[in-house]
């Protein structure tokens, strides 16, 4: 997927198979987040990135994490989309992984909300 346009199209396709929900990365882009009911567009957060090997897994691992402590999935990719944002920013793949505090004040520091 290069854009949201088709990251939308791949997530119809998908859902049109059985899955109830997809969620297709898209970089500096952001993510789509699409489920039967609507589909959302969840914007990158704007990082000077130094080395992206990380990125996927930090990515997925915080989803993963967000889902499980009930989150919708909207706002897991938000999540997600922070933690991965700080990822690369750091070099390397196990210490470019930010921790939660770190997550939560990247995301309070960027939406004007104070942390």
Do not use: W
Not at 42 to 59: K, R
Not at 66 to 82: H, P, Q, T, Y
Request: hydrophobic share 50%.
């Amino acid at each position: 997927m290069t854009d949201e346009r088709s990251a939308a199209s791949a997530a119809g396709r998908l859902l049109a198979v059985g899955p109830r929900s997809a969620v297709i990365t898209l970089g500096r882009q952001g993510a789509l987040v699409a489920e039967a009911a609507a589909t959302a567009h969840v914007a990158a957060y704007e990082v000077t990135p130094l080395d992206t090997v990380a990125a996927g897994d930090v990515f997925n691992g915080c989803l993963a994490v967000a889902i499980a402590e009930g989150k919708s999935l909207v706002e897991a990719a938000r999540f997600a989309n922070a933690a991965a944002a700080i990822a690369v920013t750091r070099h390397g793949a196990q210490a470019s992984a930010p921790r939660r505090d770190e997550i939560f004040m990247f995301q309070s520091t960027r939406e004007g909300r104070p942390s």
